[in-house]
């Protein structure tokens, strides 16, 4: 087949792909910015080799090296780590790291349990939604409620996304710090065997979860006739699970079960329900005040992987890393764009290297694009630091 991505062919073309289409310069760029005040050769780099060799505590100096290190391992895939006080070394026990761009990590294996058309590595347009939500939401939240502004979002090659944060604030904050901001992020708590996972208490609802709330609701209904989530007996066992009040889930049991299988039309029935039930029952419904923001929220909020964000010295997929078993880019994409990007247009190395590949002329411009936006984070974030310094600078004339 024409175009079709073969894993075994990766070791021949990663080396062009490396040379001709890896953007090095802007790349270095982007990782000195991270590495102010230390200079980019502390900057800890990994590789993965074929047959899963892996090398830790890489660095590079400039451009030239990050070529001479490529051509000559040939990494199947690239990570990156902390910047250190010294240069990263195994033999280094007493290094220490001294920043880290915030990451998030978003993965659609975590959505396993609401998602009902692909399981595990698995993932379609349908499912992708999920993703479109998730890095609206943290990007919203990232800019209005933290104030970062230098913010990266990559598609990690398969089935999820990666988000960086670069604002200084942001790369130098310490452990508790970045947990602080995880937990805040996180609305979604409990293991497999809780069925309600969402409680958003009965006081006024915090700005930033109304606004989550807003972005769930253009996709809402899209995404029940996508999933149709309360379509099953199972899937409706689970649903019914999330009504704390038990005159309610009868009451709503009884009337959905009689229904066409239809999700939305399940989901409008319960609200109305909900609504008349609120108004009959006065008080005693504070306890299910926000129940219909709680269980949107269960199905569509972003679920993040917090212990890569609380981690100082996690290793995250680099922007623009093959991923070894699909062959895709882990292209940078603009989060007003993600709506409408299709994991169909996402180049691959194949497509790329072959121009006979039916993608290939699309995915060429798609990899540009994807390019020229990288660019114009970097950029903003070279402006950012050098109005931080400047700024600096003058603070220290004063004193
Ligand atoms: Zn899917």
Redesign the pocket.
């Known amino acids: 087949m024409v175009g079709h991505y073969d894993e075994n062919l990766l070791s021949d073309m990663l080396p062009l792909y490396y040379t001709k289409y890896f953007p090095q310069n802007i790349f270095c760029r982007w990782l000195c910015c991270g590495c102010s005040p230390q200079p980019l050769s502390n900057r800890e780099l990994s590789f993965t080799l074929a047959d899963d060799v892996y090398l830790r505590y890489l660095s590079i100096s400039d451009q030239k090296e990050l070529q001479t290190l490529f051509q000559k391992k040939c990494p199947h895939k690239l990570d990156i780590g902390a910047v250190y006080n010294t240069k990263p070394s195994i033999a280094r026990h007493d290094s220490v790291v001294l920043a880290r761009e915030l990451v998030f990590d978003i993965d659609?294996t975590d959505y396993d349990e609401v998602?009902t058309?692909?399981k595990e590595a698995?993932?379609?347009?349908?499912?992708?939604k999920f993703m479109v939500i998730a890095c609206e939401i943290i990007d919203k939240a990232l800019k209005d409620d933290f104030g970062f502004q230098n913010i990266l979002w990559v598609f990690s090659g398969r089935r999820g996304i990666h988000c960086w944060v670069s604002d200084y604030e942001a790369r130098v904050l310490d452990s508790p710090g970045r947990g602080a901001v995880a937990d805040y992020l996180c609305l979604i708590m409990g293991g497999d065997n809780q069925n309600k996972k969402v409680n958003l208490g009965n006081d006024n609802l915090h700005t930033s979860i109304r606004r989550a709330l807003d972005i769930i609701d253009k996709y809402f209904e899209e995404i029940l006739q996508d999933q149709e989530f309360f379509s099953t007996n199972d899937g409706l066992k689970a649903f019914l699970k999330q009504i704390p009040d038990d005159n309610l889930r009868s009451q709503t049991e009884k009337k959905l079960e009689k229904l066409p299988e239809s999700s939305l039309e399940r989901w409008r029935n319960f609200i109305s329900l909900y609504e008349t039930y609120c108004r009959e029952n006065g008080f005693a419904v504070r306890k299910i005040k926000y129940l219909v923001e709680e269980i949107k929220v269960q199905y569509c909020y972003p679920r993040l992987d917090v212990n890569v964000t609380k981690g100082f010295n996690h290793l995250l997929k680099s922007p623009f890393s093959i991923h070894p078993k699909t062959g895709k880019v882990s292209v940078v994409f603009k989060p007003t764009n993600a709506r409408k990007m299709k994991l169909s247009d996402v180049p691959t190395i194949q497509s790329l290297l072959d121009d006979s590949t039916a993608d290939s002329t699309e995915h060429q411009n798609n990899m540009k694009t994807s390019v020229k936006i990288f660019q114009e984070v970097v950029f903003s974030l070279e402006k950012a630091e050098a109005m931080r310094r400047k700024a600096d600078a003058n603070m220290s004339l004063e004193f």
């Open positions: 659609l998602r058309c692909c698995k993932v379609c347009e349908k499912c992708w």
